[in-house]
């Protein structure tokens, strides 16, 4: 299993501005993600960040909005950038890893998740 | 189309009853399926996770069923508590390299009246 926090866990933010979010996990993993979830909404994938390569952005999700960086293999902060109100959303960090046994998969964790205001 | 569609959207039922919520899937091809619970302002938690030769499995009052023919899953809650109250997400995986692709259902709102 892998344990994720994230910091903030909420902020409030004025339109124009940039907040960075932290995604800290207690083991090392190669993937990592970021999620987005507005309100009563699913979770929509932003972009997949590997550790030594430039992160992979979803359709409709580009890395000037989202810059991401991943400087080790358990840490990656999500940028959103010249907010507005539009971004009000609750982010989440998720990080995957492989189980082993007899029949090995793909196991997805999430992180507590920043909830962001824009006013 | 890879798709992952649950019913009901929401519902309401008193504590201490059962309930049932259903998670259909066009996945293809299919790895895993996953039920999460989320609580409001949180990130979602694993309840419980099955790959296509698993037909059913429990997690203490949750039981999670996948009939892989039919490409449907289950998620029985018994003696609802008012803890159970959450949003249930049913997650299917497609492929299984690590370039494979998660799909996110909308999810079921469960609120659970005393």
């Known amino acids: 299993s892998a344990v994720i926090s994230q910091k903030p866990s909420r902020d409030i933010c004025q339109r124009g501005t940039s907040l960075t979010i932290q995604c800290q996990v207690d083991s090392q993993v190669t993937m990592m993600f970021w999620y987005r979830q507005q309100p009563g909404q699913s979770l929509t994938l932003i972009a997949t960040a590997n550790q030594g390569s430039e992160a992979t952005y979803e359709s409709g999700f580009v890395i000037d909005k989202f810059p991401i960086s991943r400087p080790n293999l358990t840490f990656s902060t999500l940028t959103v950038s010249n907010m507005s109100p539009e971004d009000s959303s609750i982010y989440l960090c998720s990080v995957e890893t492989t189980t ?4 090995s998969y793909n196991e997805q964790f999430f992180g507590p998740g920043t909830r962001l205001t824009v006013l | 189309k890879n798709q992952v569609e649950q019913s009901p959207q929401s519902l309401i039922i008193l504590e201490g009853k059962n309930c049932t919520l ?19 302002g949180r990130g979602p938690v694993s309840l419980t996770i099955m790959t296509f030769s698993e037909n059913t499995k429990s997690n203490g009052r949750y039981t999670a069923t996948l009939d892989a023919d039919t490409k449907q899953s289950s998620l029985h809650i018994t003696a609802s508590q008012l803890s159970d109250s959450a949003s249930y997400i049913c997650v299917a995986r497609r492929g299984y390299s690590s370039a494979s692709k998660i799909i996110f259902g909308s999810g079921t709102r469960l609120s659970i009246r005393p």
């Open chain 2, 22 to 40: 259903q998670c259909n899937y066009t996945v293809s091809p299919f790895s895993n399926l996953r039920w999460y619970k989320q609580d409001t």
């Open chain 1, 100 to 103: 082993s046994g007899g029949f």
